[in-house]
């Protein structure tokens, strides 16, 4: 589904990612961990093709075609989803409004008919229950005046509706509290399926308590140096992230 094959940029004429490889297959959550300023919100600007990032060497492949290649938009509708991708707030432009333009942009990508307004609405209600968000959100500007958790709760279900095929969440927020990380959690756990993938971008192992991961990475000087499964987050709890890193400096 997708495959990072010795990826390698630069932000602002400074080397970040420095030969990251990884491999998602369809079914599959990943959980990349590792320290501050390691290189993991970099690899999802880069995924989500932010301009400043320049990528210097490597290549992306998603769903058989060239990411690095694909027009911003188009990667959005191809079913890539990630999570900051529309934090910004937008007066005068409701959510509603906002999160059907996205659901029927991806629609049609798919061939699918779309939602009109009345079948959008109801779709949105019954799934922000399920978040725990009020109906009076859909009327409001997009994010303006959200809290940090309110955010956060429609970046989950925006994912909800999007159905995307490959959902990356960089969960950056330090200050989100363990109601916020539950609903992310349980938005995650909920859109889990044979053919849709996720990668959770974390340094908190708690969050891992509520997702299960499949494949732990951590993620160092901004290349991957340690892979396994959950109980690789167990350890990294217990012992940090010293004896990963280290571990590596000693490699040729
Ligand atoms: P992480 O998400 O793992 O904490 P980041 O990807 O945010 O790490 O940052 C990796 C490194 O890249 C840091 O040294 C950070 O200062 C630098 N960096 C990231 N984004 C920018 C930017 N827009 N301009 C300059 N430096 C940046
Ligand atoms: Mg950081
Ligand atoms: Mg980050």
């Not at 200050?175 to 959770?200: C, E, F, Q, T, Y």
């Amino acid at each position: 589904m997708l495959s990072i094959n010795n990826l390698h940029a630069s932000v602002e004429g400074k080397s970040i990612l420095k030969g990251l490889s990884l491999e998602v297959k369809a079914g599959e959550i990943h959980a990349i961990m590792g320290p501050n300023g390691s290189g993991k919100s970099t690899l999802s600007q880069v995924l989500a093709g932010r301009q400043d990032y320049t990528v210097t060497d490597g290549s992306v492949q998603w769903l058989e075609q060239d990411l690095l290649a694909m027009p911003i938009e188009e990667r959005a509708r191809s079913g890539l989803f990630l999570a900051f991708q529309y934090p910004i707030e937008i007066p005068g432009v409701s959510n509603a409004y906002f999160l059907r333009a996205a659901v029927n942009a991806a629609r049609r990508h798919q061939g699918l008919p779309e939602l009109d307004a009345m079948d959008f609405i109801q779709r949105a209600k019954a799934e922000m229950k399920a978040v725990g968000m009020r109906e009076e959100f859909l009327y409001r500007s997009l994010n303006e005046g959200f809290s940090g958790g309110e955010k956060k709760r429609n970046e989950v279900l925006q994912m909800i509706l999007l159905e995307p095929k490959l959902a990356i969440l960089d969960e950056t927020d330090s200050g989100l509290d363990i109601d916020a990380l539950k609903v992310v959690a349980d938005g995650v756990n909920r859109m889990r399926s044979p053919d849709r993938s996720m990668i959770v971008i974390t340094h908190y192992q708690r969050l891992l308590d509520y997702i299960v991961p499949d494949y732990v990475h951590v993620l160092a000087g901004g290349r991957i140096v340690r892979s396994g499964g959950r109980e690789l987050a167990l350890e990294l709890e217990q012992q940090g992230y010293g004896w990963v890193t280290q571990a590596d400096k000693r490699q040729p």
